[in-house]
């Protein structure tokens, strides 16, 4: 068989030896010289690449400068800052638009909202209720809401009144009800026209027939025929 052995000028010299002649040692640093085509590299003389460096060239191979890497560093931190105000800024919209929605605020028309039109208190008024409804107690006046199922929410309520003659109406118009067969108040006349009448903002809800409009046509009515009294002869 053929056995390999050094020569003088450190290379390996195949040859035709005997079968009973012994294998010649080579160290294992050599054959693997031999094998790769040179020395083995430490992991000192590895170069790093931009993964293992974070996305960055670093030591005494970088190719880019400590200002360049400054650079980047900063601009970084720059993004990352703007990202964090941006979610700042949207958290305090959402914030305003929450309180905006909760925050209990005077009825308003959409023209009036559009122009910042701001009320601080109720309309003026001049219509009051009789003094036996003003006199009426808590308990009374919870006693007639429940005998009519009306259900109200609010502050400093004003009293129901149960007939049209206490909302103060002129006899003309009383007699007009009369002609188109309206001769009590609905439940949520009975408990809005106080309301209305009295300058109050108000929400009625009930159902379709009944006399949602007369709620705030026939206090109209009134306000009207009060400003025409009110002009010069």
């Not at 790093?48 to 030591?59: K, S, V, W």
């Not at 800024?89 to 914030?95: P, V």
Request: charged share 35%; aromatic share 4%.
């Amino acid at each position: 068989m053929k056995r390999a052995h050094e020569e003088d000028d450190g290379g390996l010299n195949w040859d035709d030896g005997d079968d009973n002649e012994e294998d010649l040692y080579v160290p294992l640093a050599k054959r693997r010289e031999l094998e790769f085509g040179g020395p083995r590299k430490s992991k000192k003389d590895v170069e790093p690449t931009n993964d293992d460096a974070g996305g960055l060239q670093q030591g005494p191979r970088s190719r880019k400068t400590l200002f360049e890497l400054a650079q980047e560093l900063r601009e970084k931190r720059e993004e990352m800052a703007a990202e964090i105000d941006e979610r700042e800024e949207r958290k305090k919209e959402e914030e305003q638009l929450l309180e905006a929605v909760t925050e209990a605020k005077p009825l308003m028309a959409v023209r009036e909202i559009a122009k910042g039109v701001h009320y601080s208190g109720s309309m003026a008024s001049t219509w009051t209720a009789p003094t036996h409804i003003q006199d009426m107690t808590n308990e009374q006046a919870e006693a007639i809401r429940k005998m009519y199922h009306i259900i109200v929410e609010g502050e400093d309520i004003p009293n129901p009144i149960t007939s049209f003659a206490d909302c103060k109406f002129p006899r003309l118009m009383l007699q007009k009800l009369v002609d188109k067969g309206i001769r009590k108040p609905t439940p949520i006349q009975i408990q809005g026209m106080s309301v209305v009448l009295g300058g109050r903002d108000m929400i009625g809800i009930a159902f379709t027939g009944s006399g949602k409009t007369l709620v705030f046509t026939l206090p109209l009515i009134m306000l009207a025929l009060e400003e025409e009294m009110r002009m010069p002869i």
